[in-house]
């Protein structure tokens, strides 16, 4: 069974930081580009970063580039997004996703989704 669980969202003030953790089983993690997706109450999903599987290639929304970094542990199945300098704005729901092609912070052909991780940030 594919499995990918988001953890490490909370409550921080404006300026701190979080991280996430994507853990997953189920498929040959090495093979699959790792993308994060956030969706805010009423506004539609948004592509934030991904990290490819062969290079290590990392891919950024406008929005976070400069304060968040994404990372990936291939012996542990797990991809990281380091988030620094949190707004407001960056509230939301965090997904990890996978896919067999490449990245695409569209959103576009991923085959696995994990349940979400609520982030919140107060200003």
Do not use: H
């Given at each position: 069974?594919?499995?990918?669980?988001?953890?490490?969202?909370?409550?921080?003030?404006a300026?701190?930081?979080?991280?996430?953790?994507?853990?997953?089983?189920?498929?040959?993690?090495?093979?699959?580009?790792?993308?994060?997706?956030?969706?805010?109450?009423g506004?539609?999903?948004?592509?934030?970063?991904?990290?490819?599987?062969?290079?290590?290639?990392?891919?950024?929304?406008?929005?976070?580039?400069?304060?968040?970094?994404?990372?990936?542990?291939?012996?542990?199945?797990?991809?990281?997004?380091?988030?620094?300098s949190?707004?407001?704005?960056?509230?939301?729901?965090?997904?990890?996703?996978?896919?067999?092609?490449?990245?695409?912070?569209?959103?576009?052909?991923?085959?696995?989704?994990?349940?979400?991780?609520?982030?919140?940030?107060?200003?």
């Amino acid at each position: 069974e594919v499995q990918l669980v988001e953890s490490g969202g909370g409550l921080v003030q404006a300026g701190g930081s979080l991280r996430l953790s994507c853990a997953t089983s189920g498929f040959t993690f090495d093979d699959y580009p790792i993308g994060w997706f956030r969706q805010a109450p009423g506004k539609e999903r948004e592509g934030v970063s991904c990290i490819s599987s062969s290079d290590g290639n990392t891919f950024y929304a406008d929005s976070v580039k400069g304060r968040f970094t994404i990372s990936r542990d291939n012996a542990k199945n797990t991809v990281y997004l380091q988030m620094n300098s949190l707004k407001p704005e960056d509230t939301a729901v965090y997904y990890c996703a996978a896919t067999a092609f490449y990245c695409d912070l569209r959103g576009y052909e991923y085959d696995y989704w994990g349940q979400g991780t609520q982030v919140t940030v107060s200003s």
